[in-house]
């Protein structure tokens, strides 16, 4: 890919460059758009000075003192602060052409300048117009000709970037979180100092990875910076075990302009060259959503879906996780619901809009060859009397497969030996709850993935309960790895092919960890511990898996993991013990918050399963204290309001028809929905359209749906 990549890049060398476009002194900048994003450089440094981009104005302005572009670090023995930059160095070659940029340094330059330094660092980097008209391809080749290794490239760097929507509506968003920089990082003289040496206590900085779904990850590759009236997104064409590139955010503390840094973590030695390959900023006006096409066009190109996503999983409104036990066999109070209790919860699901149940604590975990159920929850029959049932019900019920890692009983088998007390050991009983240093039963060791006699053991045991009556699994820490098979994804697909002929419409989820991209072609639905988080980006870039959202009680978080599109993880707890612990009912306004967005799913389902989710991207303005999510298919769109700051409020809003719903008379019917899916308002309108809400109470559902005429 690298080579066509190259080809392309290098193609445009043979143009003649355009004059400078600057006004002033001759040569003191060059400017090219490409794409309508117009871009002033330093021609002397080749740093980029100015990013501007029609209906959003000003991205980026920057002093040429500060400007970025390419920044590496450049350790030497006697100071190894010591870096090479574009905003260090003179005489640069910065060559405009018609549909593309080419800027030479043939020595970068140092930012101190009393060291000695054998041979030169050379630097090209290419800004190319997209063929789709939207982006710009930015790359950059570097050739050690000295004596001291490149040890990090930072490119691309923009620094200098503006809070094009104002500090409190100017949003840097991944597929994890979106937060708010410029107000984030800000210095808060209220607040005590931090260690200005480490990133993650500096108020200033934050710094993020990817590949993971982790809190604080960007668990996909895609960002972007700006806020509803447009901004810039940025990802690299890079793919699963490709080297991820960790994002530092820094604030200037002289200025309110932000710095985003892009942190290849390389080592370029004497002699060789290194080559970044392709990352794609995009421009856009309106919000993020306008921003993403390329990304999800990327990703469309690059994922691979193992199995048809399961149709009640991709129509519906998430799960339920029963805790059978506390993994005590021996308690006579340890068993929570047993086998014979299960058909009663799935009936419970299904009047809730649930059809899906994962059980945890079913058998001894950590535990290989797969045991037997605990003998206090009932028989291995009990069990697969307990699915027949729970699916004559409509509801597919699910074991939690635990077995990544080895107890200190198994760990032998695999030559391996638990030499400490850290796993998963908890208890409500326990003080602290999880891990004290007194107990140690659940102690581990990974023994997973690449060991082949655990895969044999893994799939044996899979098998076996796939051969009596039980084909999906939820897995715990589903770990994938850059290893060569056996390794987890090629486990992974002989699970599959022995449950998917037994039944199609099993499902196959997990706790994901490592490599999402890899792991979606997979994965069903996931099972991670996080509560409501803002993941409208995965959703709207990737067919799978169902991204989950764990709630316990509140019909808030059970409102807004609806109009994200998440797949819920019912779990509500028995005050004074574990998740998982009661039944639903005991939660009436819970329950009544499930009922409503079940039928409001069906109700609107193309927009779920076929529309774009485009979030807040069809507002004029923001709406603070209300949380909106729409999505859009070519000729109408719904949006879902939710009231989560007022006791009462109404609210009034501008939406922007025309760029993302299609009408060939201009014309729109706009129709408002209370929570329970009633019509409560209808009306015509052409061009711009003014929303009102019904009053709505706090946590209190409206949805709007607008349809081109």
């Not at 010591?82 to 030479?104: M, T, W």
């Not at 503006?162 to 607040?191: E, H, I, M, S």
């Not at 960007?218 to 793919?239: A, E, H, Q």
């Not at 509801?395 to 198994?410: D, G, M, R, S, Y």
């Amino acid at each position: 890919m690298k080579k066509i990549v190259l080809a392309v890049a290098f193609a445009f060398v043979v143009f003649s460059p355009l004059q400078s476009l600057a006004a002033g002194k001759e040569n003191r900048t060059k400017e090219a758009t490409l794409n309508g994003l117009h871009i002033v450089l330093d021609a002397n440094t080749g740093t980029i000075l100015k990013m501007s981009y029609a209906g959003t104005g000003t991205i980026l302005d920057s002093k040429s003192e500060l400007a970025g572009m390419i920044d590496l670090a450049y350790p030497v023995t006697k100071f190894e602060v010591l870096r090479l930059a574009s905003r260090f160095s003179q005489g640069a070659d910065v060559s405009v052409y018609p549909d593309s940029v080419v800027i030479f340094w043939d020595r970068l330059g140092l930012s101190r300048t009393n060291f000695n330094i054998e041979g030169k660092v050379s630097a090209t980097v290419k800004l190319v117009a997209s063929p789709d008209g939207k982006s710009v391809f930015m790359s950059a080749k570097i050739i050690n000709l000295s004596g001291t290794n490149v040890r990090q490239v930072i490119f691309p760097d923009f620094s200098g970037l503006l809070p094009v929507a104002g500090a409190q509506n100017t949003y840097f968003r991944t597929g994890n979180f979106a937060n708010l920089p410029f107000v984030d990082l800000a210095k808060d003289d209220t607040k005590e100092s931090t260690p200005y040496m480490i990133d993650a206590a500096n108020y200033s900085v934050q710094y993020v990875g990817s590949g993971m779904m982790r809190n604080k990850d960007m668990i996909v590759r895609w960002m972007d910076l700006g806020g509803l009236n447009g901004g810039i997104s940025l990802f690299p064409k890079r793919w699963g075990w490709d080297p991820q590139v960790p994002i530092r955010l820094r604030l200037s503390e002289l200025e309110p302009k932000l710095r985003m840094m892009c942190l290849n973590d390389t080592t370029i030695k004497k002699g060789e060259t290194w080559q970044s390959g392709e990352w794609v900023l995009t421009p856009h006006q309106n919000g993020w959503a306008a921003g993403i096409a390329p990304y999800k066009a990327w990703v469309k190109q690059n994922y691979k879906r193992y199995y048809p996503l399961p149709k009640h999983v991709r129509e519906g409104i998430g799960f339920r996780t029963v805790f059978m036990s506390q993994y005590q066999p021996t308690d006579p109070k340890d068993a929570i619901f047993t086998f014979k209790d299960l058909p009663k919860l799935a009936a419970e699901c299904k009047e809730n809009g649930l059809d899906e149940m994962v059980i945890w604590a079913w058998c001894e975990a950590f535990t290989l060859p797969l045991p037997k159920p605990f003998a206090h929850l009932g028989t291995e029959e009990d069990m697969v009397t307990a699915v027949k049932e729970c699916k004559k019900l409509g509801v597919n019920l699910v074991p939690f497969i635990t077995v990544l890692q080895a107890n200190q009983k198994t760990a032998p088998r695999y030559n391996m030996k638990v030499l400490d007390n850290k796993g998963w050991t908890y208890h409500t009983e326990l003080i602290p709850t999880r891990n004290p240093n007194y107990a140690t039963y659940m102690a581990s060791v990974q023994a997973g993935p690449t060991n082949k006699l655990w895969q044999k053991d893994v799939l044996e045991g899979l098998k076996h309960l796939v051969e009596i009556g039980i084909p999906s699994f939820c897995w715990d820490q589903f770990y994938t790895t850059p290893d060569p098979e056996p390794n987890m994804i090629s486990l992974a697909k002989q699970i599959l092919d022995v449950a998917k002929k037994r039944e199609p419409d099993c499902t196959f989820s997990g706790e994901e960890l490592l490599n999402f991209e890899l792991d979606a072609g997979l994965l069903d639905y996931t099972w991670n511990w996080d509560g409501y988080m803002d993941r409208k980006v995965i959703t709207s870039a990737f067919p799978s898996p169902r991204i989950n959202s764990c709630i316990s009680s509140s019909p808030q978080a059970v409102k807004k993991a609806f109009a994200d599109n998440l797949y819920m993880n019912l779990f509500p707890r028995k005050a004074e013990s574990i998740n998982g612990s009661d039944y639903i009912a005991n939660y009436p306004e819970l329950s009544k918050a499930l009922k409503q967005c079940a039928k409001l799913k069906k109700q609107f389902l193309p927009y779920f399963t076929e529309g774009d989710l485009v979030g807040d991207c069809l507002l004029s303005k923001p709406l603070p204290g209300v949380h909106t999510c729409a999505y859009a298919l070519p000729d109408r769109a719904v949006m879902i309001i939710i009231n989560t700051s007022l006791p009462k409020q109404t609210v009034e809003f501008d939406v922007k028809l025309a760029s993302w719903i299609k009408s060939a008379s201009g014309k729109y019917e706009m129709r408002q929905y209370n929570e329970n899916g009633e019509l409560v308002a209808s009306t015509s309108v052409k061009g711009a359209c003014h929303m009102k809400s019904k009053s709505l109470e706090i946590n209190e559902m409206a949805l709007f749906e607008m349809i081109g005429k």
